[in-house]
């Protein structure tokens, strides 16, 4: 095992560990409200799905940032071979993971608009449009101007983003939960 997986490795146990001591301390203080007569009931399942958010208020987009799961493997290992920037392959499968959820989010309704990610320093040479006008299926282009374009200049509601990479771009079909356009996008 290389020196960065092992760093990465250590980084998810690190993660996982606060967030199960997170959790513990949540079921904690639920248990001890139960015994007092709360009004809360501690459940064995989530609700099969969560009822959309109608307000895009930064305590709701933490919220949510919370629900982003760690990078799969199978995102880390699309990027692995990344070259270029000051990103790690690591970082940018992260980036793209996040970027990705935060699609899916704005697709279920449950904010109005993807927080925006970090900046990378490597041009982009693959835009995914997920929603645009006259849009009906997640399509793919690799010309700035023909991004611009389909989305109107950025004149309407949308959810795309551009990568790098053609990698990036399928993380974050990924984690949107969106099939990958492997097709370019054609003019009609």
């Known amino acids: 095992m ?23 301390g949540q079921v904690q203080d639920l248990q001890r409200g139960r015994n007092h007569g709360s009004e809360f009931e501690l459940v064995s399942e ?13 305590a709701v987009y933490n919220s949510l940032a919370r629900e982003i799961p760690p990078v799969s493997t199978a995102a880390l290992q699309l990027c692995g071979n990344l070259r270029g920037g000051r990103l790690s392959t690591t970082e940018r499968a992260q980036r793209a993971w996040s970027a990705g959820y935060w699609a899916r ?3 279920a309704g449950r904010v109005s608009k993807p927080r925006p990610t970090t900046p990378i320093d490597v041009a982009n040479t ?16 690799e010309k700035a101007s023909d991004y611009r374009a389909l989305l109107r200049d950025f004149e309407g509601p949308s959810i795309s983003h ?7 771009a ?17 003019w009609s």
Do not use: D, M
């Open 2 to 24: 290389g020196e960065r997986s092992l760093e990465w490795l250590t980084e998810q146990v690190r993660r996982l560990s606060l967030r199960v001591e997170t959790l513990e």
């Open 46 to 58: 989530p609700p099969a799905e969560p009822a959309p958010l109608v307000q895009s208020s930064s």
């Open 105 to 107: 989010f704005t697709l």
């Open 126 to 141: 693959t835009y995914v449009v997920l929603r645009a006008e006259g849009i009906t299926s997640p399509v793919r282009v």
């Open 162 to 168: 551009g990568f790098a990479s053609k990698a990036e």
């Open 170 to 186: 399928r993380v974050y079909c990924l984690g949107a939960g969106v099939p990958y356009p492997e097709n370019l996008y054609q």
